[in-house]
């Protein structure tokens, strides 16, 4: 997904998680229902369990089970159909799952003038027009792989998890020692962006 945003050269930048930590519960199955509607996301989750359950015995790595995942939902989805209803979550729905203090952090870095980036192993397809509306100066996560204009349910590159995190800051910012860095996560995913932030803050926002 392209991106126009800009970034400043502003030394003080904030680094914010997105679930768990600017929400209060994990995003992608609420999008996902959304996506396939009720019943086929209930039959759909009753079909993935064995998936689920391999995860959660770590039989399977947190990529694979979510690409498994991603392609038993979306895959044959039009890539201008995924953006629509990409949009209409972040207008609609992730709202309903946002922690209000953590919101008010956000916005606390804003009215400083530091450069806000938001990092997440979420699809870029609803976190990209979400961060937007909230005045972002960036945003990345995870994308999928499109052919001939369909999703196919593979994650394209890396799942935006754990050290791609930070390698996906470091890309983008270049030597992060010219910068202080905040950083918000919540959970082992975020463990190496809070490692190398001067100012680490795990599971910072704990109400609802």
Same mark, same amino acid.
């Given at each position: 997904?392209?991106?126009d945003?800009?970034m400043d050269?502003?030394?003080?930048?904030?680094? #914010?998680?997105f679930?768990?930590t600017?929400?209060y519960?994990? &995003? !992608?199955f609420?999008? +996902?229902h959304l996506?396939?509607g009720?019943?086929?996301f209930?039959w759909?989750?009753?079909c993935? &369990?064995?998936? +689920?359950?391999?995860y959660?015995?770590k039989?399977i790595?947190?990529?694979?089970a979510?690409e498994?995942v %991603?392609?038993? #939902?979306?895959?044959?989805?039009?890539?201008?159909? !995924?953006?629509?209803?990409g949009?209409? #979550?972040?207008?609609?729905?992730?709202?309903?799952?946002l922690?209000s203090?953590a919101?008010?952090?956000l916005?606390w870095h804003q009215?400083?003038g530091?450069q806000?980036?938001?990092?997440?192993?979420s699809?870029?397809?609803?976190?990209?027009?979400?961060?937007?509306?909230?005045?972002f100066?960036?945003?990345?996560?995870?994308? !999928?792989?499109?052919?001939?204009?369909?999703?196919?349910?593979?994650? !394209?590159?890396k799942n935006c998890?754990?050290?791609e995190?930070t390698?996906?800051?470091?890309?983008?910012l270049?030597d992060?020692?010219?910068? &202080?860095?905040?950083?918000y996560?919540?959970?082992?995913?975020?463990?190496? +962006? %809070?490692?190398i932030a001067n100012?680490p803050f795990?599971q910072?926002? &704990?109400?609802n």
């Open positions: 997904m392209e991106h945003y800009v050269n502003n030394s003080i930048v904030a680094v #914010f998680d679930d768990g600017l929400t519960k994990d &995003s !992608l609420p999008f +996902l996506v396939v009720k019943w086929r209930v759909g989750m009753i993935i &369990s064995p998936i +689920l359950l391999g959660s015995l039989l790595p947190n990529w694979r979510k498994m %991603l392609k038993h #939902f979306l895959q044959g989805l039009s890539k201008e159909h !995924l953006q629509k209803l949009e209409r #979550f972040a207008t609609v729905h992730i709202p309903q799952l922690r203090e919101v008010k952090r916005h009215t400083q530091h806000t980036i938001l990092i997440s192993a699809l870029e397809d609803y976190i990209i027009p979400w961060s937007k509306s909230m005045g100066n960036y945003a990345m996560g995870t994308n !999928l792989v499109i052919k001939q204009g369909y999703i196919t349910g593979k994650i !394209l590159g998890y754990g050290s995190k390698k996906r800051l470091k890309d983008l270049g992060l020692n010219q910068y &202080s860095i905040y950083a996560g919540d959970s082992k995913g975020d463990r190496e +962006l %809070l490692a100012y795990y910072k926002f &704990s109400e």
